[in-house]
T-cell receptor
């Protein structure tokens, strides 16, 4: 399967700071990417869908001004958590793919906001 | 809205046993169903993908079936090993992906 990387794998930051998470597809190009967050012992919750070169589509209840998504190229998408607060602490996972085919997931980023 | 349920939520079996994990979904209008494995604190590893036109897929000791009309899928794991211990998630795709809540599997040596 395709290889997807995320950086950083773990980040600890102070409340009020912004954190950028990168998601890269290493061996294929995809026009569509998904960002998920996962709370402990819970399943994945879709945050947003992004298509390369256009604005992301956010799920209901997800603040687009807080979670900035940039899908600058077919192999790179970034999620920026702006003015992070402790309740933003979570496990963030990206994936490449479409609803018609297989999804390939990154290894995830553990965000802890103090 | 699509709802995906996985039963049981947790399962503990002795090594060597065959086991079945269940996934059910409420809307049969799906493109595919995918089974994943997630180790603690890690991302998702794709195990099997079943397209909506398919009935089953096999990979090694894993076999996944899909009955789209009844909204069910099963993941069969043969001859379980301690290394199989993980959380198993199913996801169905429609206009987006919908994940189940997972089954936490523990295989006891």
């Amino acid at each position: 399967g395709a290889v997807v990387s995320q950086h950083p794998s773990r980040v600890i930051c102070k409340s009020g700071t912004s954190v950028k998470i990168e998601c890269r597809s290493l061996d294929f190009q995809a026009t569509t990417m998904f960002w998920y967050r996962q709370f402990p012992k819970k399943s994945l919750m879709l945050m947003a869908t992004s298509n390369e070169g256009s604005k992301a589509t956010y799920e209901q209840g997800v603040e687009k001004d807080k979670f900035l998504i940039n899908h600058a190229s077919l192999t790179l998408s970034t999620l920026t958590v702006t003015s992070a607060h402790p309740e933003d602490s979570s496990f963030y996972i990206c994936s490449f793919g479409t609803v018609y085919n297989e999804q390939f997931f990154g290894p995830g980023t553990r965000l802890t906001v103090l | 809205k699509q709802e995906v349920t996985q039963i049981p939520a947790a399962l503990s079996v002795p090594e060597g046993e065959n086991l079945v994990l269940n996934c059910s979904f409420t809307d049969s209008a799906i493109y595919n169903l995918q089974w994943f494995r997630q180790d603690p604190g890690k991302g998702l590893t794709s195990l099997l993908l079943i397209q909506s036109s398919q009935r089953e897929q096999t990979s090694g000791r894993l076999n996944a079936s899909l009955d789209k009309s009844s909204g069910r899928s099963t993941l069969y794991i043969a001859a379980s090993q301690p290394g199989d211990s993980a959380t198993y998630l199913c996801a169905v795709s429609g206009n987006q992906f919908y994940f189940g809540t997972g089954t936490s599997l523990t295989v006891i040596p």
